[in-house]
């Protein structure tokens, strides 16, 4: 059975690096029938996609957000990460990692981890 | 403010059928495959319709998509109290190279 398990600090400062890891298990990450992303929800609003890798390395980003965002992927580990710069507290969000249904980016996010809260804040 | 479009709240009694709709532009909704989530209070965004109207297994016949004019909507058939929670609309913008997701609709059964 599909799982993925966020994990990283629950409290950045401004102006730091926010590091996120997504633990895949019951599938293998290096599978090439599927991308992986990255999305986030603000406290009381709404949905933000933030970007998504393939095993590949073939990556798409929100163009919001695309000069602070790096996504990457550990086949050894079967995780994939979330980095994301210059943090301020807007971006203080629930962090959620998720598996795209097929090997095409366009493919609905259809299984999600629990999320991991992020508190920006000094 | 959100791509797509999705009125703030919705509600109606047990039994009662609810739509929620999702608008948005040509770019996104008018050349690609919308879908829906539900939100749980305190949980993660499940799948509720892909695809446009395809239900993953496990979600009750109750849920359905429909198209009003060029805008689709979820409806919501023999409302229950435990489908109290927010729905989302989702898709990819061609000219963003992007997800996009509606700014959510909290449905309230009375």
């Known amino acids: 059975q599909l799982q993925l398990q966020e994990s990283g600090p629950g409290l950045v400062k401004p102006s730091e690096t926010l590091s996120l890891t997504c633990t895949v298990s019951?599938?293998?990450?290096?599978?090439?029938?599927?991308?992986w992303g990255w999305i986030r929800q603000p406290p009381g609003k709404g949905l933000e996609w933030i970007g998504s890798?393939?095993?590949?390395?073939?990556?798409y980003h929100n163009p919001s957000l695309k000069s602070r965002v790096t996504i990457s992927v550990d086949t050894s580990k079967n995780q994939f990460s979330l980095d994301l710069s210059s943090v301020a507290a807007a971006d203080t969000a629930v962090y959620y990692c998720a598996r795209h249904r097929s090997a095409s980016i366009f493919g609905v996010l259809d299984y999600w981890g629990q999320g991991s809260l992020v508190t920006v804040s000094s | 403010q959100s791509v797509l479009t999705q009125p703030p709240s919705a509600s109606g009694t047990p039994g009662q059928r609810v739509t929620i709709s999702c608008s948005g532009s040509s770019s996104n909704i008018g050349s690609n495959a919308v879908n829906w989530y539900q939100q749980l209070p305190g949980t993660a965004p499940k799948l509720l319709i892909y695809n446009n109207n395809q239900r993953p297994s496990g979600v009750p016949g109750r849920f359905s998509v429909f198209k009003s004019g060029t805008s689709p909507s979820l409806a919501i058939s023999g409302l229950q109290s435990e489908d109290e929670a927010d729905y989302y609309c989702?898709?990819?913008?061609?000219?963003?190279?992007?997800?996009?997701f509606g700014g959510g609709t909290k449905l309230t059964v009375l």
């Open positions: 019951g599938v293998s990450i290096s599978s090439s029938s599927y991308y």
């Open positions: 890798i393939h095993y590949s390395g073939s990556t």
């Open positions: 989702a898709t990819w913008d061609d000219s963003l190279h992007g997800w996009v």
